[in-house]
């Protein structure tokens, strides 16, 4: 990597960054009401909201992170990509179209539908924060570690900088353009990240002559495992503890997936039930498309690269995807690469901002303190101010965390979200006797055993790749805390509920029921 | 705390057919709001639910299993999943390749029933519950 590289990169990226801000501020001229700022006015078409859908989704993780894991662990790595497809259908089937149909702005105001409005409000707030908060340190911190090889700048201070920029610059995002300019840059981005991973694999594959066993047979001549990386086992294969670990993760993908807030936000960007659908099915594509291709680079990257000279690379696991750029297209194709990644952090912190500030307007300034009779006005600009708060905390976790495991840390949210969310929300859609106790042992049980877990885990102290590697205070033996937490989860809300003496509401249930399935009282068509 | 629906019922217009139908007034409460509780236990409702589940609950079922089954065999059946299938590609790669073709079949399966037989009983059931807004 030279200085010219640095340039070119600079330059892609201070293009794409000028374009969208003038972008945002174009589609964001009247944008004054809560309706607007959360969710666009729900004037996305659903194709629109689709490729916004996957652009929220599709993560610097998902990128850098999975071709990465491929590229080193072949197999294993693989387990990524499948789970996060196949995760699409729980969204497609059991969650969008009554999301749609019973809320408004945030997961809140599913929750609480038919329970008590302040304590659920309050929970769903506090999870979708720290969820939000632990996603967006994966993404603040990948973009420090990415700097080091995509800008060439290996001092801490100069990645603490530059993770100030990208913070700034989505905040930015976020107060122009509200949802509907976060919406746009998410559909750029996504087309972006689309197009340039497809003609990759297309060229890649093209150059093993369209074989890809040939491809594979080359791909295990340089990787040190040998055939093995084309089997299960190169990571998770070692011990009975570490393929429970290897399960935990599976489950966390598949039941995270439709629960974090931020995909669940996007389905009010859309005017009805049906446009919600048609934005899943769109979303679905594009991301086995996407994960469909992450196999081929990520294996590419092993063929032509090499395992060993991406370990070895300042970005580790993360550089496969630019360095096996360079190596096909040189200095451009690897400008577009960074671009593409940068935009993608961008984009993504972009979404999780907006969508922490509008849980906190929302659900706890508008309806706990306010007791729903907040002026929407103001309730705006709450969630700008929120905005600029969480901003600055995840520029301060970012750099914090910088030069950890980005998709393994991405992984951890996806656990959080799936205990503290996922049990909730199916409860309230299909048990009648679900009620507010339930809610709120599930959500915060989850949460709370979540939490803790990962801070007793390896992940945290007792070895070498964790945070405090000298401590060693792990006494629970898994990485990914999913098996345990989100069964206890499901256990939590359903104890609470039938050891509650208050029963369900069953007009509001009737309600919500009859709303979810169909739209009426939504005012919705 | 949405109240899209004016707050006083009209008298029916003629040349609506839906709002002919002898039972519609018992799905809309004294305030012209929706009477919930009454479209929950009515038949055209019943019937929704019915054809939702009998799609939504085989298709889950089938995508758990056929996912978990695919995670178990890759922790406690390598040696299974790297059978050779064509050439290097194994049988667990061309089992997690087929994790996603199914996504996909499953998905379009879903949007095709769904066009054609839930949303034109979601409008049976919304044409029960319709007050005159469109007029309004």
Known sequence: MTGANTAINLSVFGIFVLLTLYIVYRASTRNVSASDYYAAGSSFTGTQNGIALSGDFLSAASFLGISGAIAVNGYDGFMYSIGWVVAWLIGLMLISERLRNTGRFTMGDVMAFRMRQRPVRAAAANATLVISIFYMIAQMAGAGGLMALLLDVHSKVGQAIIIAVVGIVMVLYVLVGGMKGTTWVQIIKAVMLILCVSLMTIFLIGKFGFDFSAMLDRATQKSPLGEAVLSPGVKYGASGLSKIDFISLALALLLGTASLPHVLMRFYTVPNAREARRSVVWATWMVAIFYSCTLVIGFGAMALVGTDKITGAPGGENSAAPLLAFQVGGTVLLGIVCAVAFATILAVVAGLTLTASASFAHDVYANVIKHGEADPRDEVRVARITAVCVGVLAIAGGIAANGQNVAFLVALAFALAASANLPTLLYSMFWKRFNTRGTLWSMYGGLTSCVLLIAFSPAISGSKSSVFPDADFAFFPLSNPGIVAIPLSFLAGFLGTILSKEPADPAKQAEMEVRGLTGIGSGLR | ?136
């Not at chain 2, 929704?48 to 298709?59: G, H, M, S, Y």
Request: charged share 20%.
């Open chain 2, 1 to 136: 705390m949405t109240k899209a629906l004016p707050s006083v019922s009209r008298p029916a217009t003629p040349g609506f057919a839906t709002f002919a139908e002898p039972h519609h007034s018992l799905l809309i409460d004294g305030d012209g709001e929706p009477d919930f509780g009454a479209i929950q236990t009515n038949e055209e409702f019943l019937a929704l639910k019915r054809r939702v589940t009998r799609f939504i609950l085989p298709a889950t079922l089938l995508f758990l299993t056929w996912y978990v089954t695919f995670v178990l065999l890759s922790a406690y059946a390598a040696d299974f999943m790297r059978t050779p299938l064509f050439g290097t590609v194994n049988v667990g790669l061309t089992m997690g390749f087929l994790q996603i073709v199914t996504t996909i079949v499953i998905t379009m399966a879903y949007a095709r029933y769904s066009k054609r037989r839930l949303d034109p009983q979601v409008e049976k059931v919304r044409a029960l519950a319709e007050t005159d807004e469109e007029l309004a």
